[in-house]
C-alpha cells in the first residue's frame, strides 16, 4: 500500500506566526496600560461614583393639626366641663359637654388633662379624635413645716400616718413662714437673699421619689408676702415701717413684703417653678394676702392699700367684702384648682350666726364655711380643700382638740361638700386615732 504523505508547509508561517505573537503582546499591555493608568483609573472612579443612585428625598414635615377630644369622669361617665387641656404655655377649657380642641399640635407632642378632684393624664398628640377618663383624686393631707420635713424621726411618724390610715399626702414647707427653703435651690435671687437657711436636705430628689414611689401625693406649700428673709434682702421691695424707714414687721417680728410688687410675685413663681421640676403633684401659695397684725397703720406700701388697689393685687376670700386683706372668693376661684381656707374653730373669735362657741361647735363651724365658700366660688371647677385644727384651743377655753373634735370636722368638711381635707399642727403632732383606716380606695398608699 502506497502511503500518501502531507504536503509541506509554507516557509513563511514561522514569520507570520511570529508576528501575530508580538501583536496579541502588545494589545494586551497596551489593554492593561488603558485600565491600569492613574489617570484613567481616577476618571473611572469618578464615572462610577456619579453614576451611584441618588439620595431619598427627605421625608415631609409631620403636619400640625388640633387635637379634639372630650373629657369624661372615669366612674360616671358625666362629662367634666371646665377642664384644663395644657399644651406647651396654652390652655384649653373643656365646654359644657367636656369638648375641647388644641391649637395645632404635630404628632406626638405632649400634652395634659387635668380637672381639680381628678388624677392628671399625660397624653401625646395624634390623627385621631380622643376620649380622656380621668380618675377621681380626693387629697387627705398632714402637714410638714420647714424644720419638720428635715427631721427624720418627725417626718417617719407622719409618713406611718399616712401610709396605715386615710391619708394619702403631705403638705411640705418649700417656703416657710420665714422665707427658707429646705433644699438646694438654684434660684438666683433665692441663694443672694440667704434663703437657704440652716436646714438643707441633701438628698431631697431621692426623698421626692420615695413619696412618689410609695404614692403619696406631694404639696408645695410656699409662703409668699409673710417672708423675712427678701424683705431685709431687698427693703425697696418690703412694707416699710413710717416710723423708722425699715421693713414693717408683724407681732412675731417678722417682716413682710409688698404684695403690690410683681418683682415679689416673679420670685414667688419661679421658686414654684422649681418645686414643679422637682417632682412636686402640686403647688400651695400660702399668706396670699396683706397683713393683719403689728402695727398696721404704720405700714408703708408702694401703692395706696384700699379695697379698689388690694383686690387686683391679692383676689381673694371668705367674707362680702376683703376684710383689708385683699381676698375675697370671688376673685380668686376664676384663677384656682382648690381654695384651702383655714377653718380652724379657734379662729372664729365672734363665732357665726347661730354658733356662739365655735369651739364647741366644730362640725358646724366647718360644714358652713366650707358650704359658703363652695356657694361664693361656684359656677366654677375649683374645688374646697379646707384646712382643720389638730391643735390646742387658743382663743377660748383652752380645750385640747382631740379625737372627737378633729373627726367632727372631717364629717362637717364633708357634709359642707369639700374634696378632702388638710391637717394643721405647727408641731407634726398629729391624733392619729381620728382618723380611718385604710381603705379600698386609699390603699395605693404603701409602706416602704
Known amino acids: 500500500m502506497e502511503s500518501t504523505q502531507a504536503p509541506a508547509e509554507p516557509t513563511r508561517r514561522p514569520v507570520l506566526y511570529g508576528a501575530f505573537v508580538l501583536g496579541a503582546l502588545a494589545g494586551i499591555v497596551t489593554l492593561g496600560w488603558l485600565l491600569l ?7 473611572r472612579q469618578v464615572a462610577l461614583a456619579t453614576t451611584q443612585p441618588a439620595e431619598p428625598a427627605p421625608a415631609a414635615e409631620p403636619v400640625a393639626q388640633p387635637v379634639l377630644g372630650r373629657v369624661l369622669d372615669a366612674g360616671s361617665g358625666a362629662p367634666l366641663p371646665g377642664a ?12 359644657a359637654e367636656g369638648h375641647f380642641a388644641t391649637e395645632p399640635l404635630k404628632p406626638g407632642a405632649a400634652f395634659l388633662v387635668k380637672a381639680p378632684g381628678y388624677e392628671l393624664r399625660r397624653l401625646t398628640a395624634g390623627a385621631d379624635p380622643v376620649t380622656v377618663a380621668l380618675q377621681p383624686k380626693v ?7 420647714y424644720y419638720g420635713v428635715a427631721d427624720k424621726g418627725i417626718r417617719d411618724k407622719v409618713l406611718e400616718l399616712v401610709a396605715r390610715t386615710e391619708l394619702n399626702a403631705v403638705v411640705i414647707d418649700v417656703k416657710g413662714d420665714r422665707g427658707l427653703i429646705p433644699y438646694r435651690t438654684a434660684v438666683p435671687l433665692a441663694l443672694e437673699a440667704g434663703a437657704q437657711g440652716p436646714v438643707i436636705i441633701k438628698d431631697f ?8 414611689a410609695r404614692n403619696v401625693y406631694t404639696i408645695a406649700r410656699i409662703v409668699t408676702f409673710k417672708d423675712n428673709i427678701l424683705a431685709q434682702h431687698r427693703p425697696d421691695w418690703a412694707i416699710l415701717d413710717t416710723r423708722t424707714g425699715k421693713p414693717w414687721i408683724d407681732n412675731e417680728k417678722l417682716a413682710w413684703v409688698d404684695p403690690f410688687r410683681e418683682e415679689v410675685w416673679d420670685y414667688d413663681i419661679a421658686i414654684a417653678k422649681e418645686a414643679i421640676a422637682k417632682g412636686f403633684d402640686e403647688v400651695q401659695f400660702d399668706y396670699v ?22 383686690l387686683p393685687a391679692i383676689a381673694g376670700s371668705f367674707n362680702e367684702n376683703d376684710t383689708d386683706i385683699g381676698q375675697r372668693v370671688e376673685e380668686l376661684a376664676v384663677h384656682l384648682d382648690y381654695i384651702c381656707p383655714m377653718v380652724y374653730p379657734s379662729g372664729y373669735h365672734r363665732g357665726i350666726p347661730g354658733v356662739r362657741n365655735p369651739v364647741a361647735q366644730p362640725y358646724e363651724i366647718v360644714k358652713e364655711s366650707v358650704r359658703l365658700t363652695r356657694k361664693r366660688s361656684a359656677p366654677g371647677a375649683v374645688q374646697v380643700r379646707p384646712w382643720i385644727q389638730d391643735f390646742k384651743d387658743y382663743a377660748f377655753d383652752k380645750r385640747i382638740f382631740g379625737v372627737n373634735e378633729i373627726r367632727a370636722q372631717i364629717r362637717g368638711a364633708r357634709d359642707g361638700g369639700a374634696l378632702g381635707f388638710m391637717l394643721w399642727n405647727p408641731k407634726n403632732d398629729y391624733t392619729g386615732a381620728a382618723l380611718g383606716p385604710k381603705t379600698t380606695a386609699t390603699a395605693k398608699v404603701t409602706t416602704p
Do not use: H, M
Open 37 to 43: 493608568s492613574p489617570s484613567l483609573l481616577l476618571q
Open 205 to 212: 430628689d431621692g426623698l421626692l421619689a420615695s413619696l412618689k
Open 139 to 145: 387629697v387627705r393631707a398632714a402637714y410638714l413645716t
Open 289 to 310: 394676702r396683706f397683713p393683719t397684725d403689728g402695727k398696721l397703720s404704720a405700714a408703708k406700701y408702694s401703692q395706696p392699700n384700699n379695697s379698689q388697689t388690694r
Open 84 to 95: 384644663s387641656v395644657w399644651a406647651g404655655a396654652d390652655e384649653i377649657r373643656a365646654d
